[in-house]
């Protein structure tokens, strides 16, 4: 009896210990995101050789461009319309709800909320001018992409309420919808090359702290996240 009552508390001094490194990662990666988003735009912003590759990556981007492509790039960039992009919502918030997992289903909506809210507010609070690409000259309020922090927001949002098994197939479906609309964006030329980095970050940085709220909240050694 004494043995038993000696080594009772292990479980629950386990379950704290892979609690804290559970959160310990995503933290991590939401101030990598973070540090990250504010290096891009000071790059961008306040370094002239950046700025004039980020017009050279640009301008290389838009010579692929042609009729057959812009009518499909226009169709896949519809998908996020803000209707569009609620319906969408939709869909990974009813998964979440349907494999019970209420606290998914919060987080996601609350990141798709506030990802794509966070872009539109940084865009006239950091607007600065662009140097043209050719013909083509981006507007000052274009960084970060809503586009682009859509599209992450949607695929970071699907990977995390999305079932342990199908997981890998949301991955590389999701990866190849990103990096479409990052292409499409650019040969487009709706945005400079950092503004689709930087719509990428604001999602990264969102979904991390959801990961990390989740798992704080729920400390167990499989992980909110991981079932």
Request: hydrophobic fraction near 60%; proline fraction near 7%.
């Amino acid at each position: 009896m004494a043995q038993d009552a000696f080594t009772a508390p292990a479980p629950q001094a386990m379950r704290r210990r892979a609690g804290t490194a559970g959160i310990t990662a995503p933290l991590l990666a939401a101030f990598a995101c973070a540090v990250s988003l504010a290096l891009v735009w000071v790059i961008a912003e306040l370094l002239p050789a950046a700025r004039v590759r980020d017009a050279a990556v640009l301008g290389d981007f838009i010579r692929l461009n042609t009729p057959s492509f812009e009518s499909a790039g226009m169709f896949l960039l519809h998908l996020l319309e803000p209707r569009v992009f609620i319906l969408w919502a939709a869909v990974i918030v009813s998964v979440a709800l349907a494999r019970r997992r209420p606290d998914l289903a919060i987080a996601a909506a609350v990141v798709m909320g506030l990802a794509p809210l966070t872009s539109e507010t940084l865009k006239p609070l950091l607007a600065h001018p662009h140097l043209s690409a050719g013909p083509v000259l981006i507007g000052p309020a274009s960084w970060p992409s809503g586009h682009s922090t859509a599209a992450m927001t949607l695929v970071l949002c699907a990977i995390l309420v999305s079932p342990a098994r199908l997981r890998p197939v949301v991955v590389l479906v999701g990866g190849i919808f990103a990096v479409a609309v990052a292409v499409t964006l650019l040969v487009l030329a709706w945005h400079m090359p950092s503004d689709v980095v930087g719509g990428f970050l604001v999602a990264g940085l969102w979904v991390s702290l959801a990961v990390a709220v989740l798992r704080a909240v729920d400390w167990h050694p499989r992980g909110s996240v991981n079932t």
